[in-house]
């Protein structure tokens, strides 16, 4: 991986030169909130299927190093490697339409690493002050994606049922993840002499169902609209260039 992205480094400042400009570069880190969004359309049937209904926002931290270069004027790009730890947990919900209890919720943990490649602008406002603006790809792969159901049967807090799945299993073939996704993602960000800030919006761009047709197993019939869905995120970076010239 570090040396496919010396190599792309090293075509940037090629370029740079090539057209005559003096390539800025910097070398640096970042740590950000993020923001997972999980879309589904789920083989449960009390979900509606002509939209992307049943959505699990999980609240996480990112980390991650990052190279900035310049190519021709303000046109540059920015890339890197981040990590993504973020966890979620629904209210609790009655499980009957006739009392309260019992009670059910469900807690998500996620773990990432991605590679992003960000096309950007930046436009000068002052000396050493930008603003920019950027889009590009992101690929990612989760490592861990746990749920855990839980039930209780009075306000006590006790819990009387407890059940962890792993989405990326094969225990559950109708609803099992994909570790991969690619996202396309649009952003803007200010930057003073070492410093910056960057937030934007992720897209996925891929099915996130391993298994991409809802097998019904009482009638057998299958569906593919039940299976549809995307992985997005939101995220937001603080962060400083160590190196930057």
């Known amino acids: 991986m570090k040396r496919y992205i010396s190599m792309i480094c090293l075509a940037l ?3 740079a030169v090539m057209a005559g400009e003096t ?8 740590i ?6 999980l879309r589904l359309n789920s083989p449960n049937t009390s979900y509606p299927k002509d939209s992307l209904m049943n959505v699990t926002k999980l609240h996480g931290l990112k980390v991650g190093l990052v190279y900035d270069g310049s190519i021709y004027k ?8 981040n990590y993504t730890f973020a966890t979620s947990k629904t209210d609790w919900n009655s499980m009957s339409t006739f009392s309260t209890y019992p009670e059910s919720r469900s807690q998500y943990m996620y773990h990432q690493m991605e590679v992003f490649v960000d096309w950007q602008y930046k436009f000068e406002i002052a000396k050493e002050t930008y603003l920019m603006l950027y889009s590009g790809p992101t690929i990612q792969y989760g490592f861990v994606f ?14 009387t049922k407890e059940e962890e799945t792993n989405r990326y299993g094969k225990d ?3 609803t099992d993840l994909r570790q991969l996704n690619v996202t396309w993602g649009v952003g803007a960000g200010f930057q003073y002499k070492r410093y910056f800030l960057r937030g934007g919006y992720d897209f996925g761009l891929i099915n996130p169902y391993k298994n991409q047709q809802f097998v019904n197993t009482t009638t057998g019939a299958t569906i593919d609209r039940n ?19």
């Open 13 to 15: 400042c090629a370029l």
């Open 23 to 30: 390539p800025k570069q910097g070398f640096g880190l970042h």
């Open 32 to 37: 950000g909130y993020a923001q997972p969004t």
């Open 74 to 81: 303000g046109f540059g790009t920015s890339l890197g490697i």
């Open 146 to 159: 746990r749920q855990n159901d839980q039930q209780r049967m009075d306000q006590s807090g006790t819990l």
């Open 172 to 174: 559950h073939p109708n």
């Open 227 to 245: 299976t549809r869905g995307r992985l997005d995120q939101w995220e937001i970076k603080i962060g400083m260039y160590l190196w930057y010239n």
